[in-house]
């Protein structure tokens, strides 16, 4: 299994440019969810999905989309960057939501906005 | 949401044993404490869960006391490898939201 995997590593954009960071897991858990991390900070919720076609919004939703067309993957899109949009994201799996259920993270994709 | 509180940095040496403090004071009786360790550049890594009393794996220790309003994540015997931020979560049964919280910079010096 390769677990859960981001792409890309790294990404630099202008602001107001759209992207979509890519998110897989091929461990068929039902939970997926995506968080950034400001330098120093602890993890914020941005979208979460307990299933293909179900996603709601976490802590910090505004100015990304998601989607969950089928249970592997869990993309989220940046509208319109903007500079406070520079973090580093990470996406995560779990078997199911709920509360023994580890969740396994991806490495994570450092955007950068200028 | 569910809030902890836990200390911003502590300090040890190599071969100590390490006991790092989370406060959660309003947890709810169905609620499981999860801790996770995260070194610089990766994501968080799931380390121990428990419910209540004592918990022991491999790689650590948790212990709860009878009223839950606290934890305590033990590192027997730490190495330089054990240097990362450890985080303390609850709300994780009604889960719609997991939240972290800021964590604890753990550093070890030789």
């Known amino acids: 299994n390769a677990g859960v995997t981001q792409t890309p590593k790294f990404q630099v954009l202008k602001t107001g440019q759209s992207m979509t960071l890519q998110c897989a897991q091929d461990?068929?858990?039902?939970?997926m969810s995506w968080y950034r991390q400001d330098p120093g900070m602890g993890l914020r919720l941005i979208h979460y999905?307990?299933?293909?076609?179900?996603?709601d919004q976490g802590e910090v939703p505004n100015g990304y989309n998601v989607s969950r067309s089928t249970t592997e993957d869990f993309p989220l899109r940046l509208l319109s960057a903007a500079p406070s949009q520079t973090s580093v994201y990470f996406c995560?799996?779990?078997?199911?939501?709920?509360?023994?259920?580890?969740?396994?993270f991806g490495p994570g994709t450092r955007l950068t906005v200028t | 949401l569910a809030k902890t509180t836990q200390p911003i940095s502590m300090d040890s040496y190599e071969g100590q044993e390490v006991n790092i403090t989370c406060s959660h004071n309003?947890?709810?009786?169905?609620?499981?404490i999860t801790w996770y360790q995260q070194f610089p550049s990766q994501g968080p890594r799931f380390i121990i869960q428990?419910?209540?009393t004592k918990v022991t794996n491999e790689v650590a220790s948790l212990f709860i006391p009878a009223d839950r309003k606290s934890s305590t994540l033990s590192l027997p015997r730490v190495s330089l490898s054990d240097t990362a931020v450890y985080y303390c979560?609850?709300?994780?049964?009604?889960?719609?939201?997991?939240?972290f919280g800021s964590g604890t910079r753990l550093s070890i010096r030789p």
């Open positions: 428990g419910y209540k």
């Open positions: 461990m068929n858990h039902e939970y």
């Open positions: 979560l609850f709300n994780y049964s009604s889960a719609s939201k997991i939240i």
């Open positions: 995560a799996s779990s078997l199911r939501q709920g509360e023994t259920y580890e969740q396994y």
């Open positions: 309003n947890i709810a009786t169905n609620d499981y």
């Open positions: 999905s307990v299933g293909a076609g179900i996603t």
